[in-house]
């Protein structure tokens, strides 16, 4: 069992399904607001891991999908400051055990990380209104 500090946009359907999905496999979950925490570069780039600059963003953000951010054009000091003043951009969840941190969620790689019922099959970081 892992306590799971988790940053979630609120009422997020998706959001919803992977706290259900992180509780029903025992783990503790510390839900936080991501829109409003108070983000900086240093508490922010750690979700971010090894991870390309296109997959920190959110792309179902309707400013991605419009075309007026580009993730593919901007160098990850670019990228923070954008995510810092427009937190609807990051790709959510993030969530941190301990001193290890991720961005998104997949199945896969969370049940590898700190383990997950079975049925994890369809739980994903994918919005639910793009369904």
Same mark, same amino acid.
């Given at each position: 069992?892992?306590?799971?500090?988790?940053?979630?946009? =609120?009422?997020?359907? !998706?959001?919803?399904?992977?706290?259900?999905? #992180? #509780?029903?496999?025992?783990?503790?979950?510390?839900?936080?607001?991501?829109?409003?925490?108070?983000w900086s570069a240093s508490s922010l780039r &750690?979700?971010? @891991?090894?991870?390309?600059?296109?997959?920190?963003?959110?792309?179902? !953000?309707?400013?991605?999908?419009?075309?007026?951010?580009? =993730?593919?054009?901007?160098? &990850?000091?670019?990228?923070?400051?954008? #995510?810092?003043?427009? =937190?609807?951009?990051?790709?959510? &969840?993030?969530?941190?055990?301990?001193?290890?941190?991720? !961005? @998104?969620?997949? &199945?896969?790689?969370?049940?590898?990380?700190? @383990?997950?019922? =079975?049925?994890?099959? @369809?739980?994903s970081d994918r919005c639910a209104m793009d369904?």
């Amino acid at each position: 069992m892992a306590n799971v500090i988790f940053y979630e946009k =609120p009422g997020c359907a !998706s959001n919803a399904k992977q706290k259900a999905l #992180l #509780l029903a496999s025992g783990h503790q979950v510390d839900v936080r607001d991501l829109l409003h925490e108070p983000w900086s570069a240093s508490s922010l780039r &750690p979700y971010f @891991g090894a991870k390309p600059v296109r997959e920190w963003f959110n792309a179902a !953000s309707p400013r991605v999908k419009s075309g007026e951010v580009n =993730p593919d054009a901007v160098n &990850p000091q670019e990228a923070l400051v954008m #995510l810092i003043l427009d =937190p609807g951009l990051i790709r959510r &969840p993030l969530m941190r055990v301990g001193d290890h941190c991720e !961005s @998104g969620f997949d &199945p896969a790689a969370v049940n590898r990380w700190i @383990g997950l019922k =079975p049925d994890a099959e @369809g739980v994903s970081d994918r919005c639910a209104m793009d369904a």
